[in-house]
């Protein structure tokens, strides 16, 4: 596609449940990244993909959050036993090459509501 | 601890006006200073970015000023329309990192 897709776009889930999101990157975009958006706020770095490896999970808020790229192309967020604290909307971002002075483009991000 | 400060968190200027966003840092190992676009249900989009060996970049009517001994750089939209009505992010990253520190965001109004 020409863009970042992501999937849900809405995702209401209630309290406990497990969520699992979807990413597509730009197709031959080497790096990925994840972030998470409060309303309100900035983006807040989760993780980030180089291909299929996961080089970075430093921002990753808890143990109930696990992304994958197995394949070095799509991605899937998974959030275990969510939590109200974790509404937010998840941006899936990603660039040619692992270089930050590259463009990185964002999806429209899958809002999630925990209630 | 927030790192990269943003101002104001709202912003009203008439068409052509030249609204000024504002952000400042502490971490001196930041060399990469985008400026994102959000409009309402997208994603950030890039705008225009700085590295600190140049105090000012113009791409078109956006220009972004650095003043690296003040830690502080801005965003200056020249002949502002309503199309520019959007929420503004700046961000900063060190060179070989993966991640980019974003602003909170100044929600941008031109008014016609």
């Known amino acids: 596609g020409a863009g970042v897709s992501q999937s849900p776009r809405y995702k209401v889930a209630k309290r406990g449940q497990d969520v699992a999101l979807r990413c597509d990157p730009i197709s031959g975009h080497v790096s990925l990244f994840w972030y998470q958006q409060a309303l309100g706020q900035g983006p807040e770095f989760l993780t980030y993909?180089?291909?299929?490896?996961?080089?970075?999970k430093s921002g990753l808020p808890s143990d109930r959050f696990f992304a994958e790229r197995p394949e070095g192309s799509v991605s899937t967020l998974k959030i275990q036993r969510t939590q109200q604290e974790d509404s937010a909307v998840y941006l899936c971002?990603?660039?040619?090459?692992?270089?930050?002075?590259?463009?990185?483009?964002f999806g429209e991000g899958s809002w999630l509501t925990v209630v | 601890q927030q790192q990269v400060k943003q101002s104001p968190q709202s912003l009203i200027v008439q068409k052509g006006g030249i609204p000024i966003i504002n952000c400042a840092y502490e971490n001196t190992a930041f060399d990469y200073f985008p400026w994102y676009q959000q409009f309402p249900g997208k994603g950030p989009a890039l705008l225009i970015a700085?590295?600190?060996?140049?105090s000012e970049k113009k791409e078109g009517r956006f220009t972004i000023s650095f003043n690296k001994s003040a830690k502080q750089f801005s965003l200056h939209i020249m002949d502002s329309q309503p199309g520019d009505s959007a929420t503004y992010f700046c961000?900063?990253?060190?060179?070989?990192?993966?991640?980019?520190?974003f602003g909170t965001g100044t929600r941008l109004t031109v008014i016609p």
């Open positions: 971002a990603s660039s040619r090459s692992g270089a930050l002075g590259n463009t990185i483009y």
């Open positions: 700085i590295r600190p060996d140049v």
């Open positions: 961000a900063a990253s060190i060179s070989g990192a993966n991640n980019l520190f």
């Open positions: 993909f180089q291909n299929e490896a996961q080089l970075d």
